[in-house]
């Protein structure tokens, strides 16, 4: 596996379960294949789970980590070709990123969404030049529009607390104080359309997620009766992904609280599981009640970010 972005990249999604399963009783058992290798993995943002997540997968597989921090302590990085470097960013990611690439053997990469620009944010144009110019396999730690590593460990916390064949699955919008990027529900979408659940997405008017994340899946409008019967609500906030109005890209159109996930939401599901990917807004997100009740997955879910990214590193290795 050279690119690990999307669900297919995978291949038989059965299959990569099947290993993150195998991995989760050992995960210590392939230790071998990362003898002498080193990962590379490069933060544009935040992160507290991806950071520690990854690295202990690539502990797990005998790697070397190089953790770098672009906005802390690196040159400041231009982004742009013809730009005439004459402001405060000394160094070109055309030249950063195969200085990069020679200094490790698989690369891990975290770039957020700007919302500058729709059109930049979703052709992936940052992730695409590490993939174009770093020479090395690239994984994404969350790009602009997806967040491949979260959705995996989410569809492995799925799997293990089902109680049904076919669970019922909720993507519900709720409200958050800051845009945040679509990066997340939109991988949930995918990885939820390609797995075997009945997945439905609720969210206010106006914060349609785009066409190629939706696919089959159901929308309702009505988060109560989206919530029905639901074995799995997983609750994430969302800026505007401008689909209908490309101009509202990014915006928040609505802190409506009545989305927050409460006790009488939780009610009328079928003893539901609450997920969410973390960090979470206590009291705008979900209550603090919910979040700490036993139907919670907060915590397993974060932690099998570990298995999610060992099975990852472990493909990226035997493919070298
Ligand atoms: N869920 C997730 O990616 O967490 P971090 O932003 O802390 O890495």
């Known amino acids: 596996m050279r690119v690990f972005q999307n669900v297919s990249d995978l291949g038989d999604l059965n299959l990569a ?6 991995i989760k009783k050992d995960r210590f058992q392939f230790q071998h294949l990362g003898k002498n290798k080193t990962a590379l993995l490069i933060f544009f943002n935040n992160s507290l789970r991806t950071r520690l997540s990854t690295q202990k997968a690539a502990m797990n597989l005998g790697m ?3 953790v770098l921090d672009v906005n802390q302590g690196a040159w400041k990085l231009e982004t742009e070709r013809g730009v ?4 405060d960013k000394s160094e070109h990611l055309l030249e950063a990123i195969p200085v990069m690439g020679s200094y490790c053997d698989i690369i891990g990469v975290r770039s957020f969404a700007t919302f500058e620009s729709r ?5 992936e144009k940052i992730l695409n030049q590490f993939i174009k110019y770093s020479g090395k396999p690239v994984f994404f730690m969350e790009s602009a529009t997806v967040h491949p590593l979260q959705s995996f460990a989410d569809l492995i916390t799925i799997e293990e607390y089902k109680k049904t064949a076919r669970p019922k699955v909720v993507l519900s919008w709720a409200p958050h104080p800051k845009a945040l990027p679509q990066a997340v529900p939109n991988s949930f979408a995918q990885w939820m359309n390609a797995a075997d659940v009945d997945f439905v997405i609720t969210h206010p008017e106006g914060y349609e997620l785009d066409p190629m994340f939706v696919g089959d899946a159901k929308v309702e409008y009505d988060q109560m009766k989206a ?4 074995d799995f609500i997983y609750a994430k906030n969302w800026s505007c992904p401008g689909v209908t109005r490309p101009e509202d890209y990014g915006k928040v159109l609505s802190k409506d609280m009545s989305w927050t996930v409460d006790e009488a939401h939780m009610a009328v599901t079928n003893n539901a599981y609450f997920m969410h990917c973390l960090p979470v807004r206590r009291n705008m997100i979900v209550t603090d009640d919910v979040i700490e009740s036993p139907q919670s997955l907060v915590i397993p879910e974060a932690a099998n970010r570990e298995i999610s990214a060992t099975v990852v590193l472990k493909r990226m290795l035997e493919s070298l």
């Open 17 to 22: 379960l099947k290993e993150a399963f195998e």
């Open 64 to 66: 070397n980590v190089i």
């Open 84 to 87: 005439i470097m004459d402001s």
């Open 119 to 123: 059109k930049d944010d979703y052709e």
């Open 227 to 230: 919530f029905e019967g639901a």
